[in-house]
């Protein structure tokens, strides 16, 4: 089975800080994806990054960095200088090519984590 | 282009009844996934369609069913509905099956059910 843990429920920062959400999965599958979604006040699901199981290369894209960690099964997301309108919830997902060889691109979500940015 | 789009955004329903929600993949995407998601959890995965074909279910009752039509568009059904049904419905299309394919979410409708 599969599972992804966001254990922190809510965190509040002030802008400029920076902020990192942490994400723990589990899969028995050695071919998996990792994802992060933010989800505004408007609901609509937003595409942030995609990382697949074989690079475990860090990735920087402006303001947002990842930190992918196979040996403690862990995809961290952290926010540098943080701005009000990143204010979300953030989804951290896991998607895996199940033991028959062939996926059905399911998506498994954690809990997310209710980042709010205060002026 | 255009991105996935959802009708109705809102719905209200009694129990027991019926309702049939509907999405609009992104323009060249084939695959069609619904998720529903409870206030204050994550999404959590229903069905997936490619090519009209089921591909994949998740843990749901026999009341919720869906389909696909030839212009890849798709209808989720949900029958004698529960006031556990209440949820934010989401569609998202991609462009094939495999993981490595990001899904790109729709911006749901809002069931509720009274």
């Known amino acids: 089975a599969q599972k992804v843990t966001q254990a922190q429920t809510e965190i509040s920062v002030v802008e400029k800080e920076d902020v990192t959400l942490d994400c723990v999965y589990e899969t028995r599958d050695t071919t998996y994806y990792l994802f992060w979604y933010k989800q505004p006040p408007s609901g609509e699901l937003v595409f942030l990054i995609r990382r697949n199981s074989f690079d475990e290369q860090n990735e920087i894209s402006g303001r947002y960095s990842w930190n992918f960690q196979k040996s403690t099964s862990s995809f961290n997301f952290t926010i540098t200088a943080s701005q009000v309108v990143d204010s979300a919830v953030y989804f951290c997902?896991?998607?895996?090519?199940?033991?028959?060889?062939?996926?059905?691109?399911?998506?498994?979500f954690g809990q997310g984590t209710i980042l709010t940015v205060h002026p | 282009d255009a991105g996935v789009t959802q009708s109705p955004t809102h719905l209200i329903k009694t129990r027991g009844q019926q309702v049939t929600l509907r999405c609009s993949p992104i323009s060249g995407h084939k695959s069609v996934s619904w998720y529903q998601q409870v206030l204050g959890q994550g999404p959590q995965f229903i069905f997936q369609?490619?090519?009209?074909?089921?591909?994949g279910r998740g843990n749901f009752p026999d009341r919720f069913s869906a389909r696909q039509f030839p212009n890849y568009s798709s209808e989720l059904n949900v029958n004698a509905l529960l006031l556990g049904d209440s949820a934010l419905y989401l569609c998202?299309?991609?462009?094939?099956?495999?993981?490595?394919?990001?899904?790109?979410f729709g911006p749901g409708t809002r069931l509720t059910v009274t």
């Open positions: 998202a299309s991609s462009r094939g099956l495999e993981e490595r394919y990001e899904q790109y």
């Open positions: 997902a896991l998607s895996s090519l199940n033991a028959g060889g062939t996926s059905y691109g399911k998506l498994t």
């Open positions: 369609y490619y090519e009209k074909e089921e591909r």
